[in-house]
Every structure is written in C-alpha cells, then in structure tokens.
Nanobody, 121 residues
Framework: QVQLVESGGGLVQAGGSLRLSCAAS????????MGWFRQAPGKEREFVAA????????YYSDSVKGRFTISRDYVKNTVYLQMNSLKPEDTAVYYC??????????????WGQGTQVTVSS
C-alpha cells in the first residue's frame, strides 16, 4: 500500500513559480512511477508530468513542457513538481498519483488528496 500527501499549492501571479510536494509512504518502489495530474472545474482530469521511481525518467504533457520540472528524492520518498512561468490556464487542483501506468499519462493505483493552485492574471 502507498499513501500520498500533497502540499505546496497556493495563489501566485502569472509568471510566478510554485513547488508542489508529494510525500509518499509504503512500498513506493513497487509502484514503479509517480506523477502529477490536475483538474479544473468543469474539465476532465489531465496528465501533467510523471517520473519513474528508480531511474528518474521524466515525462511531460505538451502544455507544461519547458515550464514544469518533476523530480524525486528517493531517500525522502518525496516527489516534487517545480512550476515556473505559471499561467492562468494552470489553475487547477493538482493531484499526485502512484502506479506504473502513470508514465502513460493514465492515473495510477494510489492518489493524494489534491492541492489547489491558483494563478492570477
């Protein structure tokens, strides 16, 4: 079993930065990968970024590529999402997820509670 706790969301002006954290406990290695998804009101959940747990290979959606960076601290069992050059379109609830299918842009087996990111113009 894997438990995920997210933090770091907040209000930021367009062009600003935020760093989200997802602290994991349990057998994180067995999940193979972790990633971030987001969902805005009235819209479907969409993939943001993913990283493999062991090798650290990264994947990004086209909408955030070049602006967001996903990373992980293997010792701390924590995954981060560094978000730079934020746009109002990035406003959403951000969720972290764990599971092998995350690298395919599909939600994993475990989910965090979500953290709100609001980007003002």
């Amino acid at each position: 079993q894997v438990q995920l706790v997210e933090s770091g969301g907040g209000l930021v002006q367009a062009g600003g930065s935020l760093r989200l954290s997802c602290a994991a406990s349990g057998r994180t290695f067995s999940s193979a990968a972790m990633g971030w998804f987001r969902q805005a009101p009235g819209k479907e959940r969409e993939f943001v970024a993913a990283i493999t747990w062991s090798a650290g290979r990264t994947y990004y959606s086209d909408s955030v590529k070049g602006r967001f960076t996903i990373s992980r601290d293997y010792v701390k069992n924590t995954v981060y999402l560094q978000m730079n050059s934020l746009k109002p379109e990035d406003t959403a609830v951000y969720y972290c997820s764990a599971g092998p299918r995350v690298v395919r842009g599909i939600g994993g087996d475990y989910w965090g509670q979500g953290t709100q990111v609001t980007v003002s113009s």
